[in-house]
């Protein structure tokens, strides 16, 4: 019955507030391209149970906000704009966490036929930085990220040594293609980071593993990227990897006369496999 | 260092695992429509940890356990297909929890110069039905729902009472134009269910209750919404909403000479409010 | 050497301005949802090859006709609409031809606890109604048109007798499933017509073909149902339809111990086959 | 009445051929990914007539041939290897024209702990190369391209002069930001060019001129890109250009106490303007 009916879990907010800034420097300008979402957790069952808006922050404030932010603290990463923002929402009293998610689109810089333009860029589009502040009474929370980075490697890649069922026809294969597009996020230990020395450092080593590793299944890859982050990366606590296994299968030349050389793939989005993990740091033995 | 760390949280799974059953009947055909999703929990630390693969049953397998079990057991509700795939993944030692999400797309019995066609079927692409199984040692789990249900209510929608800063700028409006894209699921009490009575009953009663409500705010219609279903459904513990509000912004007409009479908007998506929250059965006082 | 570079073929014009009218009566209200393009033609060279924006009629005044004339003329189909449009910015002297293409997304009233809701809504999605309207000094041409109409046949679908060349692998078939997404516009002979009643009569008739007939290939169907458009809608001159062949692959059960009984497929998407052609009235033999 | 019917204009084939190719060289491997497309047009007419199939090349024997001839024709551009395909598809003499479509999706090497890695890659995904290879019994013509490049400019861009009706309400402005994405595609003269080193002089010199240019409109960018590649590139006729424009709409700052300095900005996609204009080489005056 509706008497014991209640409010769980809930919150609400901005999302896809997308904001372009333009620096316009003496000598030349630079363009900060940003999606940003806002996310806030509180004293809001009124809301729903009473239609009581008096605690509502209305989401187009939100956005507002966002907006009025951007040309005094937008000047760093988004990881700091975050920050600032979060502070911000939950000064607020019915706001117990405001998480602010933020992707940065990157551009870079035209040259001209006298050099470097001033005022022009392209996008360049091969992966998206991602940053995520939650800011609570308790603390403060800051992942770093990134999205739609698609990695291949076209040897070292093996799957094999399964179990086999009635429903199982792969083939155990020392030597497939790998394809995916790596959606990662990294806890920091801390919210005072220099964000931009750090998502370099961890962008590095993460594409540097893959380079030189030997993928024994996706699940192997996500271990050997996420346990060198942490490894070389002290201010890190915890990395979460989410890697679909875009698969590509090799051609049967056959029928047409040709032999299958490994050489021509057909590449495939349906169906996928789905690989997610957390690597953390682990309490040592004592 | 890396002797410290471990593996956490881990899922993995097959994804976008698309299937068509056709049921040939003496006098007609049926059509079933499913996207499926396979994920799998439990003793597979060591698959990241030590390459090693004898617990990870391939997400291949998955795919072609799926399209092995139609025939046999895609005869009733997509919930019952999705326990009886749990059931079998969960068989295996190594899997703490099976959980399988799907999504049917719904299909019309096309009309002929002679009557319904035994063969011929239009996509009836209005929303999507859809049911999570997770089954784990522990016990079973069903989540039916709804995901794009696109609704709109053109008056009987206010939005007021709530906070100003320096930031708002949104004026009161007691009508306004409501517009939203329902993602919702409810989770049922037991696992041995009638699934196609308690969608229907659900799903008219979300949909009677839109149409009937005074919506003060999203959060508002939820509640309502919710409410109504726990009230009407007692086998159903907890219903979840995932609401965006997609805002339509009035045309002033001013500049044409027009009057602005709330007639013409303008239908938007970016940026739009994002209202998640669950509405559950309460503990009765004392 | 650009002393004789020259601009050819060019327009230029307003793409993606949603609009949603509500027309609010004593007893309910009526919703029509609408996305408009524009599009122009005529003396712009100058506009490209001198700067001169003097005739370069603004795409953002585009937008406000759009929503200006809403309250008064859009009353009726969007193929009216459309005309009264073109007609409008036809006006302009440097303007030759103005050709205004409308998507009409459908909604349909809900219904409460006491009946038909006055004011409430849910998207009907299956497919989206469309319309083109020309309008030139020459003279006015007005095609409807269907979009995103996903239909499928079970049986009575064949492919044979095609030829076979050395790299030819797929079997001839007396039974395949056959689904397809239809893009349809057709021309009317006058731009005086009943719409509504017109494409509810091409709407019914391409479905019932599509219904009853037997299919030796896609072009075989799209030459039945666009010969029946024409026989049955005298006012009609030209029928272009564009089907991708949606392929589904049946699952290979053999590996698994089960029958293939031609009953669980694969729907993909990628690569899809694409037949697009015209059937129009001919000249009758002398 | 249907005596009269015929098929006027027709064309199909296949879209969506996902095709990678490894080249296993002796010290590193290379990456090709292409989508093609084939597109045949001919005698077909009978197929959809007279449901006669004898001359239908099955779009699975295209996607076939495809994959078929990558071992040994796809060795240099995709312009090069689409002219292969084209001339095999056109030897059928059902087939008139055989148009071969190719998008190139870029891959670029990564550099692992000891230099450049031999086998793995992430995707470059900032804009599309594309070729046209259109083959007939007449000639053969090839248009390269390329698609889904954004650029911005933040200043040295205009729109004012334009016309006024009671409709406009756009201010005239010397300094917008201008944000497009580029379609690009230019025919060449001849069918025996040196691919590689012409697609990089034309895009160097869009992307130079964009850089360094002064816009007074989005058509006066278009004349002055195509101009410069028309006049720098004496192998190609014709260029086309579609260019969006994306508007950035300025932020008004005084509600919230700000000055607008031109600095924030909201990205918009709907709705946007549409510019698509062709430059060619004109007849020199007599």
């Known amino acids: 019955m509706s008497e014991t009916a209640e409010i769980g879990p809930n919150r609400y907010g901005k999302q896809a507030i997308r904001l372009v800034k ?7 300008h630079a363009v900060r391209d940003l999606t940003v979402g806002v996310t806030l957790e509180g004293d809001f ?21 966002v907006y009025a932010f951007a040309p005094e603290h937008l000047t760093g990463s988004i990881e700091a704009f975050g920050l600032v923002l979060g502070r911000h ?17 990157g551009w870079e810089r035209l040259v001209g036929a006298h050099g470097p333009a001033p005022d022009a860029f392209r996008r360049s589009g091969a992966a998206t930085r991602t940053a995520a502040a939650s800011v609570s009474r308790g603390g403060e929370a800051v992942e770093s990220g990134v999205t739609d980075l698609v990695v291949m490697k076209t040897t070292r890649s093996a799957f094999s040594g ?19 597009k790596v959606t990662s996020t990294w806890r920091h230990a801390a919210a005072d980071v220099d964000w931009e020395t750090s998502y370099a450092a961890v962008l590095a080593t993460l594409l540097e593993v893959f380079a030189d590793h030997h993928s024994e299944s996706v699940q192997h890859s996500i271990w050997l990227m996420g346990r060198a982050i942490l490894d070389r990366n002290p201010g890190i ?42 690597v953390r740091r682990g309490t040592p033995a004592p």
Do not use: C
């Open 22 to 28: 333009v620096v316009r420097g003496a000598e030349h």
């Open 45 to 65: 069952a009124a809301s729903y149970t009473d239609a009581d808006n008096s605690l509502v922050i209305a989401t187009d404030t939100m956005k507002n906000t």
């Open 89 to 105: 929402f939950v000064e607020a009293p019915q706001v117990e966490r405001a998480t602010v998610t933020i992707a940065e689109h």
């Open 162 to 180: 399964f179990p086999r069922d009635r429903y199982t026809t792969l083939a155990e294969t020392s030597d497939r293609l790998l394809a995916t």
């Open 237 to 278: 606590d915890e990395v979460r990897m989410r890697l679909p296994n875009l698969h590509h299968w090799l051609i049967d030349m056959a029928p047409f006369g040709g032999a299958s050389a490994g050489e021509v793939f057909v590449a495939t989005t349906e169906p996928h496999g789905l690989i997610e993990a957390t």
